[in-house]
């Protein structure tokens, strides 16, 4: 098997990708396999990170409003489909995968058009306009969420798979995981994040939030800024009284680097609406307060969180409609309320495809035999 993935521009586009390969390259140790990215991007990093090789095109979106540059986009789209047939060629590829993102584009386009086997894995519960666009084209179009299916009106073949996640999301226990953090079988954790680079309107709700816990000890609570929230957050708190080197109650990380087994840990997760972070939530049946981010395309996030929050596997709370004392109060009811804290983890759990990687994997094989 020779397969070549493509999916970049941000860390849910391509973390899917590199599980895929993982997980070919553990069933069939002989496979090669090799990436296409942009150079000097989140994909070349991560990918290379994972061991992988990459060979590199260059494209980038079309701007919403009409622009000159679109049309310098147009050129260079067609140019890096001419740069992924050639690619495609001289790997002898067997099957393109494109999981999203400007440059799985010309890659699973440039496979259609040479005969290839396409096929295309959609994170969000509302697609992105690349993966409408190829599912057209695509042998088979794996999606994460049952409610995303309305969407590819034009696909050939539909596969509800799930979002591939790292194993260690599937195999961490709550009370190992206490055991290891030393946090008490009998606390109640809280676990939030603001994502890799931090959303500066999620840090300010917290910044009240920790204190209000600070005084009222309901929490033991760990909160990751991002990279540039951990630039004025830990001063804004100290302004406040509250010392973040003091973490025998709460934490105040950057970012945190031990995910899967912080999550095991904790009862009460509060995050943006990810679809890998939704993933990785579900997979281990964790109730949460979702706050989608209102700045993403199509306002996609949104409609991940619906998915959960219409199955009774989470709350939302939107950002227009957020404040300090309202989010507290919501985490507040779930810690008391441990009937609808059951409820909502059970049902987050049950909608869990916890062999995402394995149903994608098979599906790939089944379309090279045919």
Partial sequence: MNIILAGGGTAGHINPAVTVAKTVRSKNPSSRILFIGNRDSLEEKLVKNAGFDMEFVKVEGLRRSLSLKNIKTLQMFLKSVSDCKKIIRDFKADMVVGTGGYVSGPAVYAAHLLGVKTCIHEQNAYPGVTSKFLSRYADCVFISFESSRKYFEKAKNIVLSGNPLDEAFLFCDKKSAREKLKIPQDAFYLLSFAGSLGAREINKLFLDFIVKNKKNHDFIHTHATGSFGYKWMPDELKKRGVDIRDKSEISVEEYIYDMPLRL???????????????????????????IPSPNVTHNHQYHNAMSLVEQGAALILEEKDATPDKLYSMA????????????????????????????????MYDLMKK
Wanted: overall charge positive.
């Fill in 264 to 290: 095991a840990a904790c009862d009460l997760v509060i995050s943006r609406a990810g679809a890998i972070t939704l993933g990785e939530i579900m997979a281990q049946g964790k109730p949460s307060i979702l």
């Fill in 332 to 363: 507040l009811n779930i810690k008391n309320d441990r009937a609808l804290a059951k409820s909502l983890g059970d049902n987050a759990r049950k909608m869990a495809q916890l062999r995402a990687a394995e149903v994608i994997y098979r599906g």
